[in-house]
């Protein structure tokens, strides 16, 4: 692009646009306040009566919305509560991980509603793609043919360059096969459904957004433990996903390490840093990749390992506030709910403050 270039603004919304916003608008607010009426529904949104009224109905029709029992106020007519229907819509989401990948059927509701886990070494396209196609026909199996009927699409969460950083996790040079491949050629050769993807971290984002406790704050740093730690960012209560895809891509900010030179994040808050401590006392790993997982028996090298990713985390949250006045830093990833040996603060202590900071046991491994 040419350095005197100046770039356009953002293309306006046309009708069948803003009708598409308005009707996700108002599922996305049905989802994380449950039923409402449509009175409460355009006072939230600032529609029209008239607007919301037509956007449900026509929701309704589709099959996205059920309809409650009138609910009678002291005057004026009953108002009727509309709530999401979990088989309205479904979809199968893949995770890619560079240790393991995780498939789900999910309805609308955002319930699991069946669920399997693949564990390698290190993956390679014709076993990822093989597992997604067997699996997709595996949990459809357990589905009523109304849900079957209601599968929409499928969702891939992967790193965006998985063929990258082969020396700390021991994968081979053909890992660079990966590299250039069209996710949606390899899907369509056993699948006509929608096919969107997405980097992992931005993905296991907007799960914390929809799901998790991102619901609670409009601009926050997401961080997500995983095999390399990676992040996202949420302004104005919308997951960003920058001109490249990678938007919040903490794992790549500098910190002063234990020597004080400065290191990235990934290189001292990543699991494959636990696991290769592990590796070289002699552990299993596996249990490092299971869901549920199980830490019980990792004692000295998890310790070594918390007292170095703790510490950066913490520098790296500061970095991110310092460009971004966020109101709260959310920290996920691979882990138990509280590692092993590890006590609940007493009540009054600093770690037993409540706070927005967030260490839950989901979503899985990467």
């Given amino acids: 692009m040419d350095g005197n270039e100046i770039r356009d603004l953002g293309a306006g919304v046309n009708q069948t646009g803003l009708r598409a916003h308005n009707e996700r608008l108002i599922l996305s607010l049905i ?7 449509g009175s409460d529904i355009a006072k939230r949104t600032e529609l029209s009566a008239q607007t919301v009224s037509n956007i449900l109905r026509k929701l309704e029709t589709e099959g996205f919305l059920l309809r409650g029992e009138p609910q009678r106020g ?5 108002s009727v509560p509309m709530a999401l229907d979990p088989d309205g819509a479904l979809s199968f989401g893949l995770k890619i991980g560079r240790r393991s990948s995780d498939l789900a059927v999910m309805n609308m509701a955002g319930e699991v ?10 993956p390679m396209p014709d076993r990822i793609f093989g597992y997604l196609e067997t699996g997709m026909a595996a949990l459809s199996e357990a589905l009523t043919p109304h849900q079957r009927d209601r599968l929409c699409g499928i969702g891939i969460a992967a790193p965006l360059e998985i063929w990258s950083w082969l020396e700390p996790l021991g994968a081979p040079a053909e890992m660079a096969v990966w590299q250039g491949l069209d996710f949606t050629e390899e899907v369509a050769r056993f699948s006509d459904l929608p096919l969107f ?10 799960a914390e957004h929809v799901h998790g406790r991102g619901r609670q704050f409009r601009d926050y740093a997401y961080f997500y433990i995983g ?21 919040g891509a903490l794992g790549s900010l500098r910190i002063a390490g234990p020597d004080g030179r400065l290191q990235s994040l990934l290189e001292t808050a990543s699991l494959y840093l636990l696991e290769a401590k592990i590796e070289e006392a002699g552990g299993n790993t596996a249990a490092l990749w299971r869901q549920p997982q199980d830490w019980t028996g990792f004692g000295a090298e998890l310790e070594a390992w918390i007292s170095l990713a703790a510490p950066a985390i913490a520098q790296a949250a500061r970095t991110a506030c310092a460009v971004i006045d966020f109101e709260a830093v959310l920290i996920a990833g691979a882990a138990p709910p509280r590692p ?11 770690s037993a ?3 927005p900071w967030r260490v839950p046991g989901r979503p899985g491994p990467r």
């Avoid at 989802?31 to 009426?37: D, K, L, S, V, Y």
């Avoid at 993807?197 to 907007?206: I, P, Q, S």
């Avoid at 990676?230 to 990678?246: D, F, H, K, P, T």
């Avoid at 092993?340 to 600093?350: D, N, T």
């Fill in 31 to 37: 989802q994380r306040h449950g039923a409402m009426a």
């Fill in 227 to 247: 095999s390399f730690i990676g992040g996202g960012i949420v302004m104005n209560s919308a997951v960003i996903e920058g001109a490249q895809r990678n938007a």
């Fill in 353 to 355: 403050r409540p706070g």
């Fill in 113 to 122: 509603l069946e669920q399997s886990q693949l564990t390698y070494r290190y």
């Fill in 74 to 78: 002291r005057v004026g007519k009953p």
């Fill in 197 to 206: 993807t997405v980097n992992d971290a931005t993905a296991a984002a907007r």
């Fill in 340 to 350: 092993p040996g590890r006590r609940r603060a007493a009540p009054g202590s600093a």
